[in-house]
C-alpha cells in the first residue's frame, strides 16, 4: 500500500446547528459540500477536507485524534477566539518551526491552531 495524501478529517458531532455556528460562525470556514442525505457537512481547506458528521455510535470525544487549521495571522486568531470566550486547552507557545493552540468545539473535540514559520512547509 502507498498512501498519497490525506483526504479528509471527520469529526462527529451531537448537534450539526451548533457545530456549524462554531466551524462557520467562529472559525470562518465556508461550506464546500452539504449533502441532503446523511448529517454530514464538509469545509474544503486546501489540499484536504474536514468533515463534520453525525452518526449513532460515532461520539465525540476531548481524548481523540485533533485536526490542525492553518492561519495567517496567528496572535489575530488567537485574539479572536479570546474576545469570544472559545474555551482553550492549550494557551499557545512557540517552537522553531511554529506557533500553536488548541481550542474545544462544542462537543469537546480538539482543534489546533497553527500558524508555520517562514520556511517551514
Same mark, same amino acid.
Given at each position: 500500500? !502507498?498512501? #498519497?495524501?490525506?483526504? &479528509?478529517?471527520?469529526? /462527529?458531532? #451531537?448537534?450539526?446547528?451548533?457545530?456549524?455556528?462554531?466551524?462557520?460562525?467562529?472559525?470562518?470556514?465556508?461550506? #464546500? %459540500?452539504? /449533502? $441532503? #442525505?446523511?448529517?454530514?457537512?464538509?469545509?474544503?481547506?486546501? =489540499? $484536504? $477536507?474536514?468533515?463534520?458528521?453525525?452518526?449513532?455510535?460515532?461520539?465525540?470525544?476531548?481524548?481523540?485524534?485533533?485536526?490542525?487549521?492553518?492561519?495567517?495571522?496567528?496572535? !489575530?486568531?488567537?485574539?479572536?477566539?479570546?474576545? %469570544? =470566550?472559545?474555551?482553550?486547552? &492549550?494557551?499557545?507557545?512557540?517552537?522553531?518551526?511554529? @506557533? &500553536?493552540?488548541?481550542?474545544?468545539? /462544542?462537543?469537546?473535540?480538539?482543534?489546533?491552531? @497553527?500558524?508555520? !514559520?517562514?520556511? =517551514?512547509?
Amino acid at each position: 500500500m !502507498k498512501v #498519497t495524501e490525506a483526504s &479528509f478529517f471527520g469529526y /462527529p458531532v #451531537t448537534d450539526m446547528a451548533r457545530a456549524r455556528k462554531f466551524y462557520e460562525g467562529v472559525l470562518g470556514l465556508k461550506v #464546500t %459540500q452539504e /449533502p $441532503t #442525505t446523511v448529517p454530514w457537512i464538509e469545509y474544503d481547506l486546501g =489540499n $484536504t $477536507t474536514l468533515g463534520l458528521g453525525s452518526y449513532d455510535g460515532w461520539k465525540p470525544s476531548p481524548d481523540g485524534a485533533m485536526v490542525a487549521l492553518e492561519v495567517d495571522d496567528f496572535e !489575530k486568531a488567537i485574539d479572536e477566539l479570546k474576545r %469570544q =470566550n472559545i474555551p482553550f486547552s &492549550f494557551e499557545g507557545m512557540e517552537t522553531p518551526v511554529c @506557533h &500553536f493552540a488548541i481550542v474545544r468545539d /462544542p462537543d469537546g473535540n480538539a482543534v489546533m491552531i @497553527h500558524k508555520r !514559520k517562514p520556511g =517551514n512547509a
